[in-house]
């Protein structure tokens, strides 16, 4: 009973400041406070080509890092992409791609928009064509085999910049019944593993009296 108290009260304290942290940052449009677009703008990404993008993603960003002969706007670029990536939790949130309503969807439309960009800069490099263009050709098939061109959602239309970091709708989570459960689960695996350490550690602390 007492330990089962001790998960329930961990797993709350955990969802709680999970939820609750992040919600000064809960904008209309979940934006890095300021708005500022001093940074490099990058093009809008369709709801179409993130479902296709997402699937090369990790392709994309590889020959990117491996890139040698790069310039500063697409280093920048790259970057974003990246701090993007983490703030949508390394796009492990289910439905965060494909479902419009999710609390996760405009962040995954910035990382997705700007690993597009990185991918049609590297068009331009010499190192880095001949591997782009076979990816992008890749991605050009799936858009049509999966007749995905024309779906867009409403924040298709949405441009972003460098300089504005767009983060979770938190404040929406709740009301989301995939997120909800997927970091639910989370917070109760996280406090399984204190409770596990910390009742192992008693015996030891004991016999060292």
Known sequence: MKSCRTITLLSTA??????????????AHGRSDGGSHAGLDIPEISHGEMAVISDYRGRIIDLASRAVDTNEPFRRILNYA????SYCLWGRMPGSVGDEESPFNECAHAYLAAAKAVLLSMREMPGEAVAADEIISAVDADM???????ITCRFSGEAFNTADVVKPRWNKVPFHLASMAS????AALFALVVFALRHGLRPTAQSSE
Do not use: D, K, M
């Open 144 to 150: 049509v085999r999966r007749s995905l061109a024309l």
């Open 14 to 27: 955990f969802a709680a400041g999970f939820f609750c942290l992040p919600a000064e940052n809960a904008l």
């Open 82 to 85: 990246e701090i993007q990536y």
């Open 183 to 186: 970091l639910t689960g989370l």
